[in-house]
Protein backbone atom coordinates (compact mmCIF):
# COMPACT_ATOMS: atom_id res chain seq x y z
CA UNK A 1 0.00 0.00 0.00
CA UNK A 2 1.46 3.27 -0.82
CA UNK A 3 1.60 5.98 1.74
CA UNK A 4 3.07 9.63 1.38
CA UNK A 5 6.69 9.72 3.18
CA UNK A 6 5.12 12.99 4.65
CA UNK A 7 2.61 10.94 7.13
CA UNK A 8 5.07 8.11 7.31
CA UNK A 9 7.42 10.85 8.97
CA UNK A 10 4.51 11.36 11.71
CA UNK A 11 4.57 9.73 15.07
CA UNK A 12 1.43 7.45 16.13
CA UNK A 13 0.13 8.12 19.46
CA UNK A 14 2.69 7.11 22.22
CA UNK A 15 -0.07 6.83 24.51
CA UNK A 16 -2.24 4.67 22.18
CA UNK A 17 -0.78 1.16 23.59
CA UNK A 18 -1.65 2.81 27.33
CA UNK A 19 -5.35 3.63 26.23
CA UNK A 20 -5.89 0.00 24.50
CA UNK A 21 -4.83 -1.56 27.88
CA UNK A 22 -7.32 0.69 30.01
CA UNK A 23 -10.01 -0.01 27.78
CA UNK A 24 -9.09 -3.75 27.80
CA UNK A 25 -9.75 -3.40 31.91
CA UNK A 26 -12.99 -1.21 31.25
CA UNK A 27 -14.22 -4.32 29.52
CA UNK A 28 -13.32 -6.88 32.05
CA UNK A 29 -15.34 -4.43 34.37
CA UNK A 30 -12.16 -3.37 36.48
CA UNK A 31 -12.78 0.17 37.71
CA UNK A 32 -10.14 2.66 36.56
CA UNK A 33 -9.44 6.35 37.56
CA UNK A 34 -8.47 8.19 34.76
CA UNK A 35 -6.54 11.24 35.02
CA UNK A 36 -4.99 11.41 31.39
CA UNK A 37 -8.08 13.63 30.24
CA UNK A 38 -7.34 16.65 28.71
CA UNK A 39 -10.68 18.50 29.09
CA UNK A 40 -13.04 20.06 31.81
CA UNK A 41 -15.39 17.77 33.43
CA UNK A 42 -18.06 20.41 33.96
CA UNK A 43 -20.85 20.26 31.60
CA UNK A 44 -20.79 23.44 29.27
CA UNK A 45 -22.62 26.35 30.36
CA UNK A 46 -26.44 26.37 30.08
CA UNK A 47 -26.66 29.41 28.68
CA UNK A 48 -24.25 28.47 25.91
CA UNK A 49 -26.24 24.66 25.38
CA UNK A 50 -29.52 26.72 24.30
CA UNK A 51 -28.06 29.39 22.30
CA UNK A 52 -26.11 26.36 19.97
CA UNK A 53 -30.07 24.79 20.28
CA UNK A 54 -31.88 28.13 19.51
CA UNK A 55 -29.13 28.09 16.16
CA UNK A 56 -30.81 24.44 15.22
CA UNK A 57 -34.51 25.59 15.72
CA UNK A 58 -34.19 28.40 13.69
CA UNK A 59 -32.08 26.43 10.63
CA UNK A 60 -28.47 28.05 11.25
CA UNK A 61 -27.54 24.85 9.64
CA UNK A 62 -25.69 25.69 6.68
CA UNK A 63 -22.29 26.46 5.33
CA UNK A 64 -20.33 29.82 7.18
CA UNK A 65 -18.16 32.17 5.30
CA UNK A 66 -14.36 30.22 5.64
CA UNK A 67 -13.26 32.56 8.34
CA UNK A 68 -16.15 32.29 10.37
CA UNK A 69 -19.39 34.39 10.98
CA UNK A 70 -18.93 38.00 11.32
CA UNK A 71 -20.91 38.55 14.80
CA UNK A 72 -18.51 35.89 16.18
CA UNK A 73 -15.27 37.79 14.35
CA UNK A 74 -16.45 40.70 16.12
CA UNK A 75 -16.65 39.57 19.36
CA UNK A 76 -13.45 37.86 19.43
CA UNK A 77 -12.05 41.21 18.05
CA UNK A 78 -13.55 42.47 21.10
CA UNK A 79 -12.53 39.62 23.61
CA UNK A 80 -8.65 40.25 22.25
CA UNK A 81 -9.02 44.01 22.72
CA UNK A 82 -10.61 44.21 26.42
CA UNK A 83 -8.90 41.28 27.89
CA UNK A 84 -5.45 41.02 26.04
CA UNK A 85 -4.87 44.65 24.70
CA UNK A 86 -4.42 43.33 21.34
CA UNK A 87 -6.20 45.75 18.52
CA UNK A 88 -6.70 43.40 15.45
CA UNK A 89 -9.01 44.60 12.89
CA UNK A 90 -11.61 41.95 11.95
CA UNK A 91 -9.98 40.95 8.80
CA UNK A 92 -6.89 39.77 10.94
CA UNK A 93 -8.77 37.67 13.01
CA UNK A 94 -10.48 33.86 11.88
CA UNK A 95 -12.67 31.21 13.45
CA UNK A 96 -10.99 27.53 13.28
CA UNK A 97 -12.63 24.03 13.88
CA UNK A 98 -10.82 24.15 17.24
CA UNK A 99 -7.33 25.76 18.42
CA UNK A 100 -5.86 22.28 17.30
CA UNK A 101 -7.09 23.36 13.28
CA UNK A 102 -5.77 26.78 13.99
CA UNK A 103 -2.16 24.86 14.60
CA UNK A 104 -2.93 23.03 11.88
CA UNK A 105 -4.02 25.77 9.27
CA UNK A 106 -0.67 28.01 10.61
CA UNK A 107 1.95 25.58 9.78
CA UNK A 108 0.44 24.60 6.62
CA UNK A 109 0.06 28.46 5.38
CA UNK A 110 4.00 29.35 6.71
CA UNK A 111 6.16 26.06 6.07
CA UNK A 112 7.82 24.87 3.08
CA UNK A 113 10.22 21.74 3.10
CA UNK A 114 12.64 21.45 5.14
CA UNK A 115 11.54 24.41 7.48
CA UNK A 116 12.26 24.70 11.23
CA UNK A 117 10.00 25.40 13.95
CA UNK A 118 11.27 25.84 17.66
CA UNK A 119 9.31 23.66 20.40
CA UNK A 120 10.33 23.99 23.86
CA UNK A 121 9.80 20.51 26.01
CA UNK A 122 8.12 19.29 27.68
CA UNK A 123 5.43 20.02 24.43
CA UNK A 124 1.83 19.57 23.98
CA UNK A 125 2.33 16.19 21.49
CA UNK A 126 0.38 17.74 18.58
CA UNK A 127 3.01 20.45 18.23
CA UNK A 128 6.10 18.23 16.07
CA UNK A 129 3.93 16.40 14.44
CA UNK A 130 1.93 19.22 13.04
CA UNK A 131 4.89 20.48 11.80
CA UNK A 132 6.07 17.52 10.14
CA UNK A 133 2.31 17.11 8.42
CA UNK A 134 3.78 20.74 7.04
CA UNK A 135 6.72 19.26 5.57
CA UNK A 136 8.50 21.38 8.22
CA UNK A 137 11.29 19.83 10.94
CA UNK A 138 10.59 20.36 14.91
CA UNK A 139 13.53 21.34 16.77
CA UNK A 140 12.92 20.36 20.33
CA UNK A 141 14.92 22.55 22.57
CA UNK A 142 15.22 20.74 26.26
CA UNK A 143 14.52 22.83 29.24
CA UNK A 144 15.56 22.07 32.71
CA UNK A 145 13.78 20.86 36.04
CA UNK A 146 11.67 24.01 36.32
CA UNK A 147 10.78 23.48 32.79
CA UNK A 148 11.22 27.11 31.64
CA UNK A 149 12.76 28.14 28.63
CA UNK A 150 16.34 29.53 28.49
CA UNK A 151 16.84 32.87 26.26
CA UNK A 152 20.61 32.24 25.61
CA UNK A 153 19.81 28.70 24.75
CA UNK A 154 16.91 29.49 22.50
CA UNK A 155 19.27 31.76 20.19
CA UNK A 156 21.67 29.28 20.04
CA UNK A 157 19.08 27.13 18.07
CA UNK A 158 18.24 29.89 15.41
CA UNK A 159 19.33 28.95 12.11
CA UNK A 160 18.68 30.38 8.37
CA UNK A 161 15.73 27.91 8.80
CA UNK A 162 14.04 28.99 11.40
CA UNK A 163 10.33 30.00 10.34
CA UNK A 164 8.49 30.21 13.91
CA UNK A 165 8.98 29.78 17.71
CA UNK A 166 5.85 28.08 19.72
CA UNK A 167 5.35 29.52 23.05
CA UNK A 168 2.72 27.74 25.31
CA UNK A 169 1.87 29.46 28.45
CA UNK A 170 0.08 28.40 31.14
CA UNK A 171 1.72 25.32 29.22
CA UNK A 172 0.41 21.82 29.02
CA UNK A 173 1.60 19.39 30.10
CA UNK A 174 4.16 21.59 33.10
CA UNK A 175 1.08 23.45 34.13
CA UNK A 176 4.13 26.76 33.97
CA UNK A 177 3.15 30.16 33.54
CA UNK A 178 5.99 31.97 32.09
CA UNK A 179 7.63 35.06 33.33
CA UNK A 180 6.20 37.89 30.90
CA UNK A 181 10.46 39.58 30.68
CA UNK A 182 11.03 36.08 29.11
CA UNK A 183 8.29 35.94 26.52
CA UNK A 184 9.32 39.60 26.36
CA UNK A 185 12.80 38.76 25.35
CA UNK A 186 11.79 36.38 23.47
CA UNK A 187 9.58 38.08 21.19
CA UNK A 188 12.43 40.68 20.58
CA UNK A 189 14.31 38.11 18.93
CA UNK A 190 11.58 36.72 17.00
CA UNK A 191 11.05 40.70 15.70
CA UNK A 192 15.03 40.71 15.01
CA UNK A 193 15.30 37.32 13.11
CA UNK A 194 11.99 37.89 11.56
CA UNK A 195 10.93 34.80 12.98
CA UNK A 196 6.90 33.88 14.03
CA UNK A 197 6.04 33.97 16.81
CA UNK A 198 2.80 31.29 17.82
CA UNK A 199 1.56 32.46 20.97
CA UNK A 200 -0.99 29.37 22.02
CA UNK A 201 -2.65 30.28 24.87
CA UNK A 202 -5.49 28.03 25.05
CA UNK A 203 -5.18 27.98 28.85
CA UNK A 204 -5.24 31.58 29.76
CA UNK A 205 -7.96 31.47 32.18
CA UNK A 206 -7.12 28.29 34.13
CA UNK A 207 -3.95 30.42 35.86
CA UNK A 208 -3.34 30.21 39.65
CA UNK A 209 -0.08 31.98 39.67
CA UNK A 210 0.50 35.45 37.69
CA UNK A 211 -1.27 36.90 34.77
CA UNK A 212 -1.76 35.65 31.16
CA UNK A 213 0.93 37.55 28.96
CA UNK A 214 0.00 38.01 25.36
CA UNK A 215 3.17 38.96 23.19
CA UNK A 216 1.59 40.30 20.41
CA UNK A 217 0.27 43.18 22.96
CA UNK A 218 4.39 43.96 23.33
CA UNK A 219 4.38 46.43 20.04
CA UNK A 220 3.40 46.70 16.59
CA UNK A 221 6.26 44.59 15.15
CA UNK A 222 5.67 42.30 17.89
CA UNK A 223 1.65 41.98 16.60
CA UNK A 224 2.97 41.89 13.01
CA UNK A 225 5.17 38.52 13.63
CA UNK A 226 2.76 36.85 16.68
CA UNK A 227 -0.07 34.55 16.13
CA UNK A 228 -2.19 34.28 18.75
CA UNK A 229 -4.26 31.26 19.42
CA UNK A 230 -7.23 30.34 21.28
CA UNK A 231 -10.83 28.60 21.97
CA UNK A 232 -13.50 28.16 23.48
CA UNK A 233 -12.79 24.67 24.62
CA UNK A 234 -11.00 24.73 27.99
CA UNK A 235 -12.38 27.51 29.13
CA UNK A 236 -16.28 27.50 28.75
CA UNK A 237 -15.51 23.14 28.99
CA UNK A 238 -16.68 22.99 25.51
CA UNK A 239 -14.34 20.65 24.06
CA UNK A 240 -16.34 19.07 21.59
CA UNK A 241 -18.30 22.20 20.10
CA UNK A 242 -14.76 22.05 18.28
CA UNK A 243 -13.95 26.02 18.19
CA UNK A 244 -10.50 27.92 18.21
CA UNK A 245 -9.85 31.23 16.91
CA UNK A 246 -6.76 32.69 15.80
CA UNK A 247 -5.76 36.54 15.66
CA UNK A 248 -2.34 37.38 13.89
CA UNK A 249 -1.38 39.53 10.26
CA UNK A 250 -4.12 39.75 7.84
CA UNK A 251 -1.96 37.86 5.10
CA UNK A 252 -1.27 35.17 7.08
CA UNK A 253 -5.18 34.81 8.27
CA UNK A 254 -6.09 35.36 4.42
CA UNK A 255 -3.60 32.13 3.66
CA UNK A 256 -4.79 30.14 6.45
CA UNK A 257 -8.81 31.14 5.52
CA UNK A 258 -8.35 29.50 1.95
CA UNK A 259 -6.74 26.24 3.33
CA UNK A 260 -9.62 25.61 5.52
CA UNK A 261 -12.09 26.61 2.77
CA UNK A 262 -10.06 23.84 0.31
CA UNK A 263 -10.09 21.12 3.36
CA UNK A 264 -12.90 21.38 5.87
CA UNK A 265 -14.92 24.65 4.48
CA UNK A 266 -15.44 26.02 7.67
CA UNK A 267 -16.50 25.29 11.33
CA UNK A 268 -19.45 24.38 12.69
CA UNK A 269 -21.91 26.75 12.16
CA UNK A 270 -24.27 25.72 15.20
CA UNK A 271 -21.47 25.84 17.52
CA UNK A 272 -20.26 29.30 16.02
CA UNK A 273 -23.36 30.17 17.66
CA UNK A 274 -22.48 28.79 20.96
CA UNK A 275 -19.13 30.04 20.79
CA UNK A 276 -20.64 33.74 20.52
CA UNK A 277 -22.50 33.41 23.56
CA UNK A 278 -20.01 32.30 25.54
CA UNK A 279 -17.44 35.33 24.39
CA UNK A 280 -20.46 37.48 25.61
CA UNK A 281 -21.76 35.52 28.72
CA UNK A 282 -19.48 37.05 31.25
CA UNK A 283 -17.02 35.63 33.57
CA UNK A 284 -18.92 34.39 36.17
CA UNK A 285 -18.99 30.46 35.44
CA UNK A 286 -15.55 30.51 34.46
CA UNK A 287 -14.54 31.88 38.20
CA UNK A 288 -16.27 29.14 39.45
CA UNK A 289 -14.50 26.70 37.36
CA UNK A 290 -11.01 27.74 38.39
CA UNK A 291 -12.32 27.99 41.72
CA UNK A 292 -12.93 24.36 41.69
CA UNK A 293 -9.28 23.47 39.92
CA UNK A 294 -7.84 25.52 42.39
CA UNK A 295 -9.14 23.50 45.14
CA UNK A 296 -8.11 20.36 43.02
CA UNK A 297 -4.71 21.31 42.30
CA UNK A 298 -4.13 21.89 46.05
CA UNK A 299 -5.23 18.59 46.71
CA UNK A 300 -2.96 17.16 44.22
CA UNK A 301 0.18 18.87 45.48
CA UNK A 302 -0.02 18.02 48.79
CA UNK A 303 -0.70 14.36 48.20
CA UNK A 304 2.42 14.55 45.27
CA UNK A 305 4.35 16.12 48.20
CA UNK A 306 3.96 13.24 50.66
CA UNK A 307 5.47 10.49 48.65
CA UNK A 308 8.92 10.13 47.55
CA UNK A 309 8.60 8.81 43.98
CA UNK A 310 7.50 12.04 43.13
CA UNK A 311 9.51 15.49 42.68
CA UNK A 312 6.65 17.59 41.98
CA UNK A 313 7.19 21.46 40.91
CA UNK A 314 4.32 24.13 41.83
CA UNK A 315 1.54 24.09 39.33
CA UNK A 316 0.71 27.69 38.03
CA UNK A 317 -1.96 27.01 35.41
CA UNK A 318 -3.86 24.26 33.22
CA UNK A 319 -4.89 21.84 34.99
CA UNK A 320 -1.76 19.71 34.90
CA UNK A 321 0.52 18.09 37.29
CA UNK A 322 3.95 17.00 35.83
CA UNK A 323 5.89 15.11 38.57
CA UNK A 324 9.57 13.72 37.92
CA UNK A 325 9.29 10.11 38.95
CA UNK A 326 11.67 7.69 40.32
CA UNK A 327 10.86 4.19 40.93
CA UNK A 328 12.30 0.89 40.72
CA UNK A 329 14.12 2.43 37.70
CA UNK A 330 11.08 2.53 35.64
CA UNK A 331 10.95 4.54 32.30
CA UNK A 332 7.83 7.04 32.33
CA UNK A 333 5.35 4.40 30.33
CA UNK A 334 7.02 1.37 32.51
CA UNK A 335 5.63 3.65 35.47
CA UNK A 336 2.09 4.34 33.83
CA UNK A 337 1.77 0.88 33.03
CA UNK A 338 2.46 -0.17 36.54
CA UNK A 339 0.07 2.15 37.70
CA UNK A 340 -2.43 0.79 35.38
CA UNK A 341 -2.20 -2.31 36.59
CA UNK A 342 -1.51 -2.28 40.19
CA UNK A 343 -3.32 0.70 40.80
CA UNK A 344 -5.75 0.53 38.18
CA UNK A 345 -5.05 4.49 37.44
CA UNK A 346 -4.43 5.99 34.36
CA UNK A 347 -1.96 8.82 33.78
CA UNK A 348 0.34 9.77 30.58
CA UNK A 349 3.98 9.20 30.58
CA UNK A 350 6.35 11.74 30.09
CA UNK A 351 8.11 10.80 26.92
CA UNK A 352 5.49 11.70 24.01
CA UNK A 353 5.71 15.52 25.70
CA UNK A 354 9.80 15.12 25.45
CA UNK A 355 10.32 14.77 28.39
CA UNK A 356 11.47 11.62 29.83
CA UNK A 357 11.20 10.39 33.90
CA UNK A 358 7.88 12.38 33.89
CA UNK A 359 4.07 11.77 33.87
CA UNK A 360 1.12 13.64 33.56
CA UNK A 361 -1.81 13.55 35.98
CA UNK A 362 -5.06 15.56 35.17
CA UNK A 363 -7.28 17.09 37.85
CA UNK A 364 -9.85 17.90 35.31
CA UNK A 365 -11.96 15.07 37.62
CA UNK A 366 -13.86 15.15 40.68
CA UNK A 367 -12.07 15.49 43.88
CA UNK A 368 -13.51 12.20 44.99
CA UNK A 369 -11.80 10.44 41.97
CA UNK A 370 -8.28 12.72 42.98
CA UNK A 371 -9.08 11.03 46.57
CA UNK A 372 -9.21 7.30 45.02
CA UNK A 373 -6.58 7.40 42.87
CA UNK A 374 -4.35 8.93 45.27
CA UNK A 375 -5.13 6.22 47.84
CA UNK A 376 -4.39 3.42 45.29
CA UNK A 377 -0.71 5.22 44.11
CA UNK A 378 -0.10 5.12 47.55
CA UNK A 379 -0.99 1.63 48.74
CA UNK A 380 1.03 0.30 45.84
CA UNK A 381 4.22 2.49 46.33
Known sequence: MYLSERVKKVSPSATLSLNARVKELLRKGEEVVNLTTGEPDFPTPETIKQAGIKAIQENFTGYTPPPGIPELREAVREKFLKE????????????TCGAKDALFLLFQSILNTGDEVIIFSPYWVSYPEQVKLAGGNPVIIPTGT????????????I???TRAVILNSPCNPSGKVFPPELIEKITEVCIEKDIYLVSDEIYEEIIFKGKPFS???????????TLTINGVSKTYAMTGWRIGYVGGHKEVIQAMSKVQSQSVSCASSISQRAALAALKSGKEEISRMVAI????????ENRLDKLSVFTPSP?????YAFPRINYQGMSSEEFSFYLLDKAKVAVVPGKPFGKEGYIRL?????LDNLQKAFLRIEKVL
Open 84 to 95: NGLNYAVEEIMV
Open 146 to 157: EHIPELDQFKKY
Open 159 to 161: TPR
Open 215 to 225: PAALSPAAKKI
Open 293 to 300: FQERKEFV
Open 315 to 319: IEGTF
Open 362 to 366: SFATS
